[in-house]
């Protein structure tokens, strides 16, 4: 099933402990990267066979962690990033049916802090395992420690580690919309409280004016439809500034991460009311600076870059665009759907340069600018659909998810590439 190729290093190597990376911004630090490859892709050095689920790997420390399931189990599953052996599984029993015809697999991705792995199944069953060896350090069911709002798809925003808390996006009957739990026992911290629920985006830091501030994009399973973007300080859980932005309709749900750009955050749908960016003053107070409807990131995130917005818009397949947008006016630069292949892609950029992977398997090098995007390399890894996963990047290796069977009776499988320069 996995088979080791060996290959040189790159110049600069960096975990990736989080599905958004280690600046949780889509970006990294590597460098002496792979630019060119064959017309079949960079080479594959060894693939695993995976379970149902949207998740991401975490990878550090040479070991790479997959959450999954199989049999109405959720998995945890530990690998070598060098060879794809599987070091250990960690497996309980989350039998779950989405009303509204999704999968059965989770939707939060695995966090690595600090030799921990934390994960968050898809009925909130939340657990701190020692990355070493797999073992449970503690473990929560957030259903009996919480009155949880009722939920479209499950638990669904991958939790954050700051310092010695653990974020949770959470929703519940009283209120406490994100809460922070110690993050050696899982006892809670704080208690962020709004009447927003939770929705399936994930929280990420912020500094404004010197303090830390954790974001988070809202809503939840409510009717009327409410939610929005929640600026809460990451010391005691205060709600600092709420601005509401959610789709009209009731069944709709927030998935894209927020994205930062100096004092600005960039927040989206798919629905009805696709981007706004939000001014954060230095008062805290925050207002809507810009709307932009037709930059309506759906299942992936934005990425910011030297104060523009980059991202694939676009609710369905057939009208979804690369677009790039000006950060500081709300300025639509351009749109360019990269011959119809990519459509509701993935962004990662690193090396001087932005990695895509298209929702059906296919993976180029783009060169983006404000005056346009332009596609250095390609190739069709596969041919899939729903490859939604963004790409993780560690050690000059790349790891995609293949998240449904493909042509070729090609199976749901987690592939590492080698993207190491020579």
Sequence with gaps: MAALVLAGASACAADWPRFLGPNNDSSSAETKLLHQWPKEGPRKLWEYEKGDGHTGPAIAGGKVVLFHALDGDEDV???????????????????????YGAGPGPR???VIDAGVVYTLGIKGTLQALDLATGAVKWKKELANDYRLLPTFFGQGGTPLVMGDKLIVPLGTEDQKSVVALDKQTGREVWAAKYPWGSSYSSPVPAQFYGRECVLAFQGGMADPPTGGLLVIDAANGQVLSATPHRARMFASVSISAPVISGNDVFVAEAYTEGGACVEIAPDFTAKVAWRARKFDTYVTSAVAFQGHFYGFAGQHPQNADLVCYEAASGRELWRDDLGSKYQRGSLLRADGAFLALGENGDLAWLDLTPKGAKITAAAKLFNAPESWTPPALSDGRLFICQNQPGSQNSKPRLICYDLRGQ
Excluded: F, I, M, N
């Design 108 to 110: 939060t991705s695995p």
């Design 77 to 99: 599953d530990c690998l070598d990033a060098a060879s794809g052996k599987r070091l250990w599984r960690v497996s309980y029993s989350a039998d779950y049916q989405s009303q």
